[in-house]
């Protein structure tokens, strides 16, 4: 595709932010302002319009819908053990199996950029972690269903015997940072206790605005514990019986709105801190705006009209295992909403700390990761056999990769070029919610 055929990509991106937080706004511009690979990471809807203009191959997975190879990483599954996968869904949509690939194969370019490779390097990080697909695939094709669908990454062979010293290491850090990361430590760093022993969410804005501090206008003009405890209520009940039971020990006590990422900055991004009996019984939800995801206009493909049970159902359909806190509801102006825990063992790969070899590990272990969310909800013979030669079969992902990341990079000057003559507003002047909102 020609620069001269593609829709104006700022543009695509402006008309998504019409949705979007107005006071938040800035904050992603100067986000995506930041590289490339931060760019094309926020430019998931640019990248869904260049897809839908060429031929795929019709083998329909549930796509992650932006799976470059940050949204990746480390969780808990509800028995309490590490996993390794996808952990983001806010774009997950049925589509070409393909289209996941590559956009992983083109943020592996970027990343490698980044960090200064050659092209030679490049190519090497981009192939091998396509041929890891291709080979993952074929492997699940030859597998009974069930014992495919709850295979589970073997992190310690990996990180011990499989991966190069640089990624081996690196992961030795952030998997014994992720055993750290919970509801309590979540608490520490956000909250602190007002005059009657309440916890409360440091107010910090714009990136943390507490709910009590939110104009009325906002919230429709309610009490903001009222606000939240009609969308609780929704929640609670998309919850099964034995997970609303867990909910029902606990009760709200802050919330905040919490900028978070690159590309969901503007969407409307909550935490909520609730408390139980017991001092250290504390759970903290996020609850993330789901709209429309940026493949829907190009797929004609049945989804659920809530888009939050669509993120939930897309999420527990591609990983191996899910937060058991995963849920969807509606707030009282009808957003759609889904929630998670915020943090529970959660951590990613830091792309800056690896070098050649050690992004080429990653690059293959996201390979494997995604190929094993496609084998669940696809058919993984007939992509298998789509596949064929996985050599030949990456070399075609590098080309593409290429292309896609060359348009990113042209896409990322343009944004510079916007800034730069005032007409794309960045973070630095007085942020504010507004009623508009």
Not at 22 to 43: D, N, Q, Y
Not at 134 to 148: D, G, I, T, V
Request: hydrophobic share 45%; glycine share 6%; with cysteine.
């Amino acid at each position: 595709m020609t620069n001269s055929q593609r829709p104006d990509s700022l543009a695509l991106l402006l008309d998504q932010e019409r949705q979007r937080l107005p006071w938040l706004v800035p904050i992603r511009h100067s986000r995506m302002a930041e590289s490339p690979f931060a760019f094309f990471r926020g430019a998931a809807a640019v990248m869904a319009s260049d897809l839908s203009r060429q031929p795929h191959s019709g083998l329909m997975v549930q796509l992650c819908g932006d799976a470059h190879l940050l949204n990746f990483g480390f969780y808990a599954s509800p028995e309490r053990q590490l996993l390794f996968d996808i952990n983001d869904f806010d774009e997950t949509h049925p589509g070409p199996f393909e289209w996941d690939l590559i956009r992983l194969a083109t943020s592996l370019v970027l990343a490698a950029r980044s960090l200064g490779l050659r092209e030679s390097q490049q190519n090497k990080i981009c192939r091998r972690g396509m041929k890891a697909y291709a080979e993952a695939m074929a492997h699940f094709a030859a597998l009974p269903f069930l014992q495919m669908w709850s295979l589970k990454l073997p992190l310690t062979v990996l990180i011990k015997e499989k991966a190069g010293a640089n990624f081996r290491r690196h992961l030795e850090q952030v998997t014994a940072a992720a055993l750290h990361r919970n509801n309590r430590q979540a608490v520490r760093k956000l909250c602190e206790s007002d005059q009657n022993g309440c916890l409360r969410f440091r107010h910090e804005p714009p990136l943390i605005w507490r709910f009590d501090q939110l104009p009325p206008e906002w919230i429709s003009d309610m009490n903001w514990t009222d606000w939240l405890d009609q969308i609780k209520v929704h929640y609670m009940n998309n919850l099964p019986a034995a997970q609303r039971h867990v909910m029902a020990q606990f009760k709200v006590s802050d919330a905040a709105l919490k900028a978070v990422g690159v590309g969901s900055v503007g969407t409307r991004c909550a935490v909520t801190v609730f408390v139980g009996d017991h001092p250290d019984d504390v759970l903290v939800l996020q609850g993330k705006q789901a709209v429309s995801s940026v493949l829907a206009p190009y797929l004609d493909e049945v989804v659920p009209e809530h888009q939050g049970k669509r993120v939930v159902q897309g999420q527990r359909l591609m990983q191996t295992a899910s937060d058991p806190f995963l849920g969807w509801g509606t707030n009282p102006l009808g957003n759609h909403i889904y929630f998670r825990q915020f943090r529970d063992w959660k951590a990613s790969v830091d792309v800056s700390q690896l070098d050649a070899d050690g992004l080429k590990d990653y690059g293959k272990l996201c390979g494997w990761t995604l190929a094993k969310a496609h084998a669940r909800s696809g058919d993984r013979r007939a992509i298998a056999s789509q596949i064929k030669d996985p050599k030949l079969f990456a070399q075609a992902l590098w080309d593409q990769a290429q292309a896609h990341a060359a348009l990113a990079e042209a896409d990322y000057r343009l944004l510079l070029e916007g800034i730069a003559a005032g007409r794309i507003a960045t973070a630095g002047a007085k942020l504010e919610p507004t009623p508009s909102a």
